[in-house]
């Protein structure tokens, strides 16, 4: 494998009839495989590559170290360009900030991209996988979750919102969960991803070496779809070996249906946060609540109630609008700097409860900077995304 610093490496390994898989590693193990500019250039590019190229039979997309496969996007030059956007003489202008347009819209691009990818792609989702983690592991066509994975959106701690189409696979999700993890950021294992859809297959890391081996010593096709059921039955052989027991999540299930039933989002919120329980998982999702900015409660909760209907590509241009409106607010910013820049953890929200919230918030977020032809994503497809799942 090349060991120069990319922050992706790409290699190909030989297989059977002739064909090869693409292994593709985020390689930013310090900061836990957060998703940069230059990592979505380079997936972008590679894929797009091995997409085309009739040798390679699948892609497998997995990360270095052992802590993380992706911790989410990487903030810190979001939060210097929101901070000069904010001091500059267009500030008042959504469109003012250059660097947060790019990366957005060429993220989404990137996880439209595997969502609707031809080809198989294996996503071995280790360890934590967090916003745009998930954002990159959504789409894949089989997804495998580890005995360490913990995946969460937990974005309403820094001030924006459970975006990456999770406007979309979050209604995909059983009952009420999807609005739950939407407003608590809480953290799922292995056998509540697969629960609610956000993964396919539940292995042991250990066996990772091994399921590679055993791709390579397959008979691949010309056809793509015989290449799907083939990666599915290859790892259901392999999932025989694993037992999970059922996650807090499905535990729970009755009760979060209760909790988020009703249609105010003041309703919802005073359910959760008025909890008392001795669960520490509860417990910690109701204080992920309490603490985290009401503003992205709201944009969150709107979201969740109104894309219900839209395809994959209409939320990924919905939700390019609301991320660069939350750039140019106050609390993405201010959320950052808490958490990471800072780190005192003392985030002052504006506005600072679901109460103090205008009138015309909806608007700040939700009027799109763009009409349909200027767009930066028309170009995507406006069916919705084919469930490679279901045809595998």
Not at 95 to 118: K, S
Not at 131 to 146: P, Q, W
């Amino acid at each position: 494998m090349n060991t120069t610093a990319s922050p992706v490496l790409f290699e190909t390994l030989a297989a059977g009839n002739g064909k090869k898989l693409g292994l593709a590693t985020l390689n930013a193990e310090k900061t836990l495989n957060a998703l940069s500019m230059d990592m979505v250039e380079l997936l972008a590019q590679q894929l797009t590559e091995w997409r085309d190229d009739a040798s390679i039979a699948l892609v497998v997309l997995q990360a270095s170290g052992e802590k993380a496969f992706c911790a989410g996007g990487d903030l810190q030059n979001l939060y210097q360009s929101m901070l000069e956007h904010h001091a500059s003489s267009e500030k008042n202008n959504v469109l003012g900030n250059p660097y947060a347009l790019r990366f957005f819209e060429e993220e989404y691009r990137l996880d439209y991209l595997i969502h609707t990818y031809r080809k198989p792609i294996l996503c071995w989702g280790h360890g934590i996988v967090m916003g745009g983690g998930i954002g990159l592991m959504a789409g894949a066509s089989h997804r495998v979750v580890t005995e360490k994975s913990r995946l969460a959106m937990p974005e309403i701690a820094i001030g924006l919102y459970p975006d990456v189409g999770g406007s979309w696979f979050l209604n995909r999700m059983p009952g009420k969960l999807g609005l739950f993890l939407a407003l608590t950021g809480a953290s799922i294992n292995a056998s509540d991803a697969c629960f609610v859809k956000l993964a396919d297959y539940q292995l042991h890391h250990a066996e990772k070496p091994r399921l590679i081996s055993s791709l390579r010593a397959q008979d691949w096709s010309e056809n793509d779809e015989e290449n799907h059921k083939l990666l599915s039955t290859t790892l259901e052989a392999a999932q025989q070996h694993s037992a999970f027991e059922a996650g807090p999540l499905r535990q729970h299930f009755d009760l979060i249906n209760q909790l988020c039933a009703g249609a105010r989002l003041e309703d919802i919120v005073a359910q959760i946060t008025g909890l008392q329980s001795e669960d520490a998982w509860l417990q910690k999702a109701v204080a992920a609540l309490t603490k985290g900015s009401p503003g992205s409660a709201f944009i969150a909760h709107a979201l969740q109630s109104g894309c219900k209907h839209l395809s994959l590509a209409e939320v990924f241009r919905l939700e390019l609008g609301v991320s660069l409106a939350c750039a140019a607010g106050s609390d993405f910013a201010e959320g950052i700097r808490a958490l990471i820049i800072d780190k005192d953890m003392q985030p002052r929200w504006n506005p600072a409860q679901l109460l103090d919230i205008p009138e015309d918030f909806e608007q700040q977020f939700f009027n799109s900077p763009w009409d349909a032809a200027s767009h930066p994503l028309r170009d995507l497809a406006a069916c919705p995304a084919p469930d490679k799942r279901l045809a595998a």
